[in-house]
């Protein structure tokens, strides 16, 4: 089996998609994405056992055999929970083949396998009967194929098949509902991540302004969803326009329906203002009662913000309208939440629909300026951050700009000729490795990076963390010279300087433009004396995480204290980045 696995460039900021063969050690693909994440949400674990445990706990109460599907088992959790509740027989379905092989064995080594198979198969090719995958339908539920979107990962259509094919009509269902919801905000950093704002520069005759193309002021934007950790967001940074509204819910102990639909809330401003972006995240109940609930609501919804579990494989929604509309306190409004099988999106209505229903069709939104579907959502926040710009501005004379892509090409040639910029920017159409000195008027002296495949790209302002150090420079690259040929290496020690744990490193580009002026994608404000860091949010940082949680102790309270042994090298031939950190005691 071959499978693409997905690489950033750090030095042109896109993914690569690289062909590994069945040789390749899935290992580190497995412990890179989610399952890692989902394994240590306790708080999600506990729910999903309790209701676990409820639901067959009814059935028994029933006379009947508990006989459980389990969709989209993973490591094969929520099966053995479902066994330990007293489980007659799981079936625990798993698509990903490195991660069923790695499920049997689980299993087998806790004891369950006379208990529980696992079937390698998507759920919809599982097959019932005496030569089936299953014997018999199941009566019990249990399924993980939620999403921050929840129904990003194919929910729908999973549950439309199981109810027809799979289970029992009227089994119980662990989850058995969820419930999404949504606030309407106004919030100039968010719109930031969805328009291109005019762009003042200050120039040697005056201030000027670069301004975007009409058709991305008036274009829709992406349809993606932008899922971010809204824990991370200060309230400062958006005002609310409606209280939190209850937009629609899903009952996944009944037939579900892959279907597009779409719901209309009736409410009223609470405040006058713009209307930008609407806010959203769900809730599931384990049991019918509603008494087992796991919630992925922000801080401020809470009712107390101190206990809110950790997660990054289940965040918050931002989904942005198709233009920001001005609105007013009081006024009757509309916002209807429309979804096909695998997508959410939102459009607002002035005025009272009384007649709202679910029979309303409206496509999702389509971007048709081009630029939504060449920047991500970092990206716009970048080109919109006022103080970046600035200090290129300052430091730079001439441009020139490689495009190998023939959108953007075609979008950039747009916009130097909307502002009059063509003889000021020179746009080169070539790829980054068919780039010669002649085409940059011999000023070509370039790196070409690589993700290390020791580090994973994070972006930290969604973290709350804290440093134990304070940075330190550990490899310098001078573009004005002639790249080297042999391999970059740089050994040193790190101090640990102050008290707490610390889970891994973390490495940043800073880029010196001129003297004085320098731009980060990485940290932006030196930690204050507690280890309080602040990130940008346009980057992602390299984080190695260390093979074991170091502790050390604050330097006032030890004779010598703990450090870190760091060897980095940079292969200029190959863009290669390799590192390795050890604890020195």
Same mark, same amino acid.
């Given at each position: 089996m071959k499978v693409f696995c997905g690489r950033a460039n750090p030095t042109i900021g896109s993914v690569e998609w690289l062909e590994e063969d069945e040789n390749y050690d899935y290992h580190q693909e497995i412990a890179r994405s989610c399952y890692a994440d989902m394994l240590n949400d306790k708080d999600r674990n506990a729910k999903y056992f309790q209701g676990i445990r409820a639901a067959v706990s009814r059935v028994k109460k029933r006379g009947e055999r508990a006989i459980v599907l389990d969709i989209g088992t993973g490591t094969g959790l929520l099966s053995m929970m479902a066994a330990t509740a007293g489980a007659d027989f799981c079936y625990a379905v798993e698509v990903f083949k490195p991660m069923a092989d790695a499920a049997v064995?689980?299993? *087998?080594?806790?004891?369950?396998?006379?208990?529980? #198979?696992?079937?390698? #198969?998507? !759920?919809?090719?599982?097959?019932?009967?005496?030569?089936?995958?299953?014997?018999?339908?199941?009566?019990?539920? @249990?399924?993980?194929?939620?999403?921050?979107?929840?129904?990003?990962?194919?929910?729908?259509?999973?549950?439309?098949?199981?109810?027809?094919?799979?289970?029992?009509?009227?089994?119980?269902?662990?989850?058995?509902?969820?419930?999404?919801?949504?606030?309407?905000?106004?919030?100039?950093?968010?719109?930031?991540?969805?328009?291109?704002?005019?762009?003042?520069?200050?120039?040697?005759?005056?201030?000027?302004?670069?301004?975007?193309?009409?058709?991305m002021e008036n274009c829709p934007g992406a349809p993606a969803v932008y899922d971010i950790q809204l824990n991370q967001v200060p309230l400062s940074d958006f005002t609310a326009v409606s209280d939190v509204l209850t937009m629609f819910s899903v009952d996944f102990s009944k037939q579900v329906s892959r279907a597009s639909a779409s719901y209309t809330v009736q409410f009223e401003p609470i405040t006058s203002g713009r209307a930008q972006v609407v806010l959203s995240w769900w809730d599931m109940d384990m049991d019918p009662a509603g008494t087992i609930k796991c919630s992925m609501a922000p801080y401020w919804v809470q009712a107390s913000?101190?206990?809110?579990?950790?997660?990054d494989h289940w965040m918050q929604c931002v989904y942005f309208l198709s233009n920001e509309e001005p609105v007013f306190q009081g006024q009757s409004m509309g916002l209807t939440v429309f979804h096909d099988d695998y997508s959410v999106w939102y459009k607002l209505q002035k005025g009272r629909n009384d007649n709202a229903s679910t029979d309303i069709r409206v496509e999702r939104p389509m971007c048709c300026c081009q630029a939504h579907l060449l920047w991500n959502r970092p990206r716009f926040g970048e080109l919109n951050d006022q103080n970046r710009t600035a200090q290129y501005v300052r430091a730079l004379n001439k441009v020139f700009t490689l495009e190998s892509s023939a959108v953007s090409l075609s979008l950039m040639k747009k916009i130097c000729k909307a502002n009059h910029l *063509?003889? #000021? @920017?020179?746009?080169?159409? #070539?790829?980054? *490795?068919?780039?010669? !000195?002649?085409?940059?008027?011999?000023?070509k002296n370039s790196l070409d990076f690589r993700e290390a495949r020791e580090a994973e790209p994070h972006p930290l302002w969604e973290y709350p963390c804290k440093s134990i150090s304070d940075p330190l420079e550990v490899l310098t690259f001078d573009f004005r010279q002639t790249v080297p040929e042999h391999t970059i290496r740089k050994e040193g020690i790190l101090n640990?300087?102050?008290?707490?744990?610390?889970?891994?490193?973390?490495?940043?580009?800073?880029?010196?433009?001129?003297?004085?002026?320098?731009?980060?994608?990485?940290?932006?404000?030196?930690?204050? *004396?507690?280890?309080?860091?602040?990130?940008?949010?346009?980057?992602?940082?390299?984080?190695?995480?260390?093979?074991?949680?170091?502790?050390p102790e604050p330097e006032p309270l030890t004779n010598s204290s703990s450090a870190v042994a760091y060897s980095i090298s940079f292969s200029p031939k190959s863009g290669d980045i390799a590192m390795d950190f050890k604890l020195i005691n």
């Open positions: 064995k689980i299993v *087998e080594k806790n004891g369950f396998s006379e208990k529980i #198979k696992i079937i390698n #198969k998507h !759920s919809t090719e599982v097959t019932v009967g005496p030569d089936g995958d299953m014997q018999c339908r199941a009566n019990i539920l @249990i399924t993980e194929l939620f999403d921050t979107e929840l129904i990003g990962e194919g929910a729908l259509p999973s549950y439309e098949h199981a109810h027809q094919y799979l289970v029992q009509e009227g089994c119980e269902a662990v989850p058995h509902r969820a419930t999404v919801y949504a606030q309407l905000v106004e919030s100039k950093r968010m719109w930031s991540w969805n328009k291109l704002f005019p762009i003042h520069v200050q120039a040697e005759d005056g201030e000027k302004i670069v301004f975007s193309l009409p058709e913000f101190e206990d809110i579990p950790w997660r *063509e003889e #000021k @920017i020179k746009i080169i159409e #070539k790829h980054p *490795e068919l780039l010669v !000195s002649s085409d940059l008027e011999d000023r640990l300087q102050r008290a707490g744990k610390s889970h891994g490193a973390v490495l940043w580009m800073e880029y010196h433009l001129i003297p004085g002026l320098s731009v980060s994608t990485g940290l932006v404000q030196v930690s204050n *004396e507690k280890g309080y860091c602040q990130w940008t949010p346009h980057c992602k940082q390299a984080v190695y995480f260390f093979s074991s949680v170091t502790e």
